[in-house]
């Protein structure tokens, strides 16, 4: 099993920026590809963004591009997720997952990203 522990959510104003990490621990970090995603109330959830196993390569969802960057380190077994330009319709609680085989096997419990206009 790899448990996947999110923080770092909160709330923030309309423009404002957060920081969510993800740690992990259980099995090799590295040996998994990560992604954000997200859930909003009455919708269903959504790909945020996903890095490659070294973090060389990463992929985000038109609704975030140039606004939310995700990142790894390896060597601290975690995730991020830099958000700025913050949009009230961003408001969900985001999950990291890690994925094998190109679908998610392991989620984390979400935490919740709140902005307010």
């Known amino acids: 099993q790899l448990q996947l522990v999110e923080s770092g959510g909160g709330l923030v104003q309309a423009g404002g920026s957060l920081r969510l990490s993800c740690a992990a621990s259980?099995?090799?970090?590295?040996?998994?590809?990560m992604a954000w995603l997200r859930q909003a109330p009455g919708k269903e959830r959504e790909f945020v963004a996903r890095?490659?196993?070294?973090?060389?390569?990463?992929g985000t969802a038109d609704s975030v591009k140039g606004r939310f960057t995700i990142s790894r380190d390896n060597a601290k077994n975690t995730v991020y997720l830099q958000m700025n330009s913050l949009k009230p319709e961003d408001t969900a609680v985001y999950y990291c997952?890690?994925?094998?085989?190109?679908?998610?096997?392991?989620w984390g419990q979400g935490t919740q990203v709140t902005v307010s206009s």
């Open positions: 997952a890690a994925e094998l085989f190109g679908s998610c096997a392991y």
């Open positions: 259980g099995r090799t970090f590295s040996n998994y590809a």
């Open positions: 890095v490659s196993t070294s973090g060389t390569l990463t």
